[in-house]
């Protein structure tokens, strides 16, 4: 019984975290509409789009295969550095990829800048994932959303 109210507890606080998340997003993303305009909501747009394409490059599924190696094997640190540095790894060259491309899609600095923004601020999401996805295997949380 112990063993199911902890499952219960930690299932209850990972879909507060993921709903308190969604709702949050939907709000920055009113707010940025209303603040930038149509056009430069446009662009936005673009460059979120333009990480989203990209962002499967510099994930790979690592936390996943974190999620599942560190729950299941006894050499835990090893699988959290080789991790952490295969990440460093995959991001670099992806980030490369992305920062080549942008000139080809748009000639306009600021389109450049935007999508390296978006990037750098997704590669920095893609961590914490990693990170939580560590977090999630040692304190043995089951249920993932």
Known sequence: MNRIAHNF????WL???????H???LFLFLIVAREIGVSEFGLFSFGLSFYVIFSFLADLGI??????K???TQNKRDHFAYAIS???????ISSLVVF???????????THQLIWTLWLAGVCNLFIETFFSYFEAENNL????
């Open 9 to 12: 507890k930690n299932t209850l």
């Open 15 to 21: 879909f507060g975290s993921q709903i308190f998340s």
């Open 23 to 25: 709702i949050g997003k």
């Open 63 to 68: 936390p996943a295969v974190l999620r599942r």
């Open 70 to 72: 560190y729950s299941v």
């Open 86 to 92: 295969l990440k460093l790894k995959v991001s670099a």
């Open 100 to 110: 080549i491309v942008t000139f080809f899609v748009s000639k306009d600095p600021t």
């Open 142 to 145: 089951k249920i993932r959303g």
